[in-house]
């Protein structure tokens, strides 16, 4: 069974960092996409940015500029820096592996102002 096991959440004062990671136990990691999501209390789960099998990265304009995926396929973890956070970063953050639709347990993220 595909497992995604989130970790790297916690509480922050706004203008600092996090990495999040995001560690899957599957065999064809390196040829899936990978999206980080985030919930915020009383919202609905927004895309947060994606890297493809070939590293190709997107973000969601709110995070632009702010927050990097990478990943290690050796590894099989995706990666998500996220620095300057602000209190509106404040979320469960969800890793999504595209190949099967499987997501993780999620880890919260809470920046303080």
């Known amino acids: 069974q595909v497992q995604l096991v989130e970790s790297g959440g916690g509480l922050v004062q706004a203008g600092g960092s996090l990495r999040l990671s995001c560690a899957a136990s599957i065999t064809i990691f390196s040829m899936s996409a990978v999206d980080w999501h985030r919930q915020a209390p009383g919202k609905q789960r927004e895309l947060v940015a994606t890297?493809?099998?070939?590293?190709?990265?997107n973000y969601a304009d709110s995070v632009k500029g702010r927050f990097t995926i990478s990943r290690d396929n050796a590894k099989k973890t995706v990666y998500l820096q996220m620095n300057s956070l602000k209190p509106e970063d404040t979320a469960v953050y969800y890793c999504?592996?595209?190949?099967?639709?499987?997501w993780g347990q999620g880890t919260q993220v809470t920046v303080s102002s």
């Open positions: 890297i493809t099998n070939s590293g190709i990265t």
């Open positions: 999504f592996l595209r190949l099967g639709g499987r």
